[in-house]
């Protein structure tokens, strides 16, 4: 069993006309949508994991400037992401932490843990996501958007 000390969300997001897309994935294994997302291993950052599962999940390979860390952290239960009641390392909670990433292509290569993805507005990914923690993280980078570009 892999050991998890925290886990990440990342939002693929991009420029569309005046607006932004967001990309959201639905997990082959569930029938719910939720942004890339995945366990930090021991010795790892939350910033290389987010790398990792970016590139795990869409083949896409980023450098560290390429990706932004949003102020939103949660905390989930183990259960919801080894799909089973377990204490992992005596803990049943984990330290969640969201990225953003600005794309220039809409294609993405995604891997088997999805079975297809979407390129949604605002209002569309925020209603289809499944997660109150995604859709926090989702807010707060719609909100930092608006403030950079004058409204989104």
Not at 17 to 35: E, H
Not at 65 to 87: A, D, G, M
Request: with cysteine.
């Amino acid at each position: 069993m892999d050991s998890y000390l925290f886990q990440v969300i990342v939002i693929p997001y991009r420029k569309s006309g005046n607006d932004y897309l967001f990309a959201v994935f639905r997990r082959s294994s569930g029938l719910y949508w939720q942004w890339v997302s995945g366990g930090g291993h021991i010795g790892e950052k939350p910033e290389d994991t987010a790398l990792r599962e970016m590139y795990e999940e869409t083949s896409i390979l980023l450098e560290q400037n390429n990706i932004y860390k949003l102020i939103t952290t949660s905390s989930i239960p183990i259960e919801s992401i080894l799909r089973k009641q377990v204490r992992e390392n005596g803990k049943l909670i984990l330290p969640e932490y969201a990225f953003a990433v600005q794309l220039d292509t809409e294609i993405l290569n995604i891997s088997k843990e999805h079975s297809e993805y979407r390129w949604l507005d605002y209002q569309v990914a925020l209603d289809l996501l499944k997660w109150d923690s995604n859709k926090t993280a989702l807010w707060e980078l719609k909100r930092i958007l608006e403030c950079v570009n004058g409204g989104v």
